[in-house]
């Protein structure tokens, strides 16, 4: 079992950078792929961005493309999502999410931060 908690939300300007955090307990968080999706007010959750578990691949939506950027840190068993020039569009709760290689879903979840774009 895996526990994840999400920090770093809150509100921000438009243009402005954040980084989320995912804090992972357990000792596995080094064997799982990492991923980061969102979901906003009435839409259904999107994915956002993933990594592998050895931090080799790693794959955006488009809307994160540039802007955006996941990464890791085993040995500290959290995983980020750096995000710059924000837009109001990217309000939304974000969740990261652990999955076993080689698997499409992902088996653990966080409880979700909130991020706010406005001026």
């Avoid at 402005?16 to 979901?39: I, K, M, P, V």
């Amino acid at each position: 079992q895996v526990e994840l908690t999400e920090f770093g939300g809150g509100s921000v300007q438009p243009g402005d950078s954040l980084t989320l955090s995912c804090a992972a307990s357990g000792r596995t968080f080094n064997t799982y792929g990492l991923g980061w999706f969102r979901q906003a007010p009435g839409k259904e959750r999107e994915f956002v961005a993933a990594l592998s578990w050895y931090g080799g691949n790693r794959d955006y939506a488009d809307f994160a493309k540039g802007r955006f950027t996941i990464s890791r840190d085993n040995a500290k068993n959290t995983g980020y999502l750096q995000m710059g020039g924000l837009k109001p569009e990217d309000t939304a709760v974000y969740y990261c999410a652990l999955r076993l290689p080689g698997l499409a879903d992902y088996t653990y979840w966080g409880q979700g931060t909130q991020v706010t774009v406005s001026s």
